[in-house]
């Protein structure tokens, strides 16, 4: 990220985040809903609220998996 990229670019990248993070949340959704992840759990509060955090950390990994991955390469460039 360059600071003299111009705002342009700064509010494309900030859109794009969100979109990746808003996709990332609606396919977990899906899953949960159709049955293909955590399909065999049953809960004792709300299904709703479960599935909402889960989503919400779906939306999060699109900034936390990155990050793992230059950990990772920072980790294995050093040995």
Excluded: W, Y
């Excluded at 990229?5 to 809903?33: D, F, M, Q, T, W």
């Amino acid at each position: 990220m360059d600071a003299n990229a111009g705002p342009n670019l700064h509010v494309l990248e900030g859109l794009s985040r969100v979109v990746v993070g808003l996709v990332g949340a609606s396919l977990l959704a899906l899953a949960i809903k159709g049955g293909l992840i955590m399909g065999g759990l049953t809960f004792n509060g709300s299904p709703l609220a479960i599935m909402l955090a889960l989503c919400m950390v779906a939306g999060a990994s699109e900034r936390l998996v990155p990050s793992l991955i230059v950990a990772f390469d920072k980790l294995a460039g050093t040995q």
